[in-house]
Structures are given as structure tokens and as C-alpha cells.
């Protein structure tokens, strides 16, 4: 439990960062995933070999390569943020993680189009999404 509440507080940093000036401050996700290695070599996250530690990875990197496909649309600084996910958490948790981020994000981008508060094109920040789809993953 006290490894979500580490990860929570590295996320929710880079959470505030990105909702209000749009930009994932990467020292922190950094200094997270630094941490997440050492827990993970140390032992402190359980049996995980170097293949379980690699598939959690998946995430951050699709999101990457769909930065890249998108012309950044879809920000580094989220791929970054989801590799840091990945470590702490393993690639079962960071999917549900990810897929309620996605899902919250969708509802409320849905609801503002509705109410023409946004346009199409408008720029919404995903780490908050994340920071409430991993309060959400905790409960199950």
C-alpha cells in the first residue's frame, strides 16, 4: 500500500504541473522512475523479474509512439508519466490506471463539446485523469 501512496504523490506533482501550465515536469517523473528501479531491485515491490519489470514499460512506450504519429498531439511528458506508472505499479495495474484516466478524460471533454465550452482542437491536460484513474485502480 505504501508504494500507491508514493506513486500517488509523485502523480499528483506532476498532475498540478500539467493542469496548470501544460507541461510534465520530467525531473520528477524521473526521480520516480530512479526509485521504482531501486524498489524493484531491492525487492520492495515482490518477486518481479526483468521481464515483468520490461512488459510494464508497454504503456509509456505506445504512448510515446503515439506522440510521435500524432505530431505531439498526444504529449511526451504523458508517455514519461506512464513509464513511471509502469515501474511502480506493474502493466495489469497501469492499463486499468490508463483506461480510467481515458475514460474520465473522454466523459469530460464529451460533456464540455456538449455545453461549447471547447472546440475540437482545445488542449486538455491527461495527468489529472490519470491522478483520478489511479484513485480509482486502488479500489479494486
Avoid at 47 to 74: D, N, Q, W
Avoid at 115 to 140: D, S, T, W, Y
Amino acid at each position: 500500500m505504501w508504494i500507491e501512496i508514493v506513486l500517488f504523490l509523485f502523480l499528483a506533482v506532476c498532475a498540478v504541473f500539467d493542469g496548470f501550465s501544460r507541461k510534465v515536469p520530467l525531473a520528477v517523473v524521473w526521480l520516480g522512475m530512479f526509485l521504482a528501479v531501486c524498489l524493484r531491485i531491492g525487492g520492495a515491490m515482490g518477486e518481479s523479474g526483468l521481464m515483468e519489470a520490461a512488459l510494464s514499460l508497454l504503456p509509456g512506450a505506445g504512448f510515446f509512439l503515439l506522440g510521435f504519429l500524432t505530431r505531439e498531439k498526444v504529449g511526451y511528458g504523458d508517455g514519461w508519466a506512464l513509464l513511471m506508472i509502469g515501474l511502480f505499479s506493474g502493466l495489469y495495474r497501469c492499463f486499468l490506471i490508463l483506461l480510467f484516466g481515458l475514460i474520465a478524460e473522454s466523459a469530460v471533454a464529451v460533456v464540455l463539446l456538449a455545453l461549447q465550452k471547447i472546440n475540437r482542437n482545445h488542449e486538455i491536460p491527461f495527468l489529472p485523469f490519470l491522478l483520478l484513474g489511479m484513485g480509482v485502480a486502488v479500489c479494486f
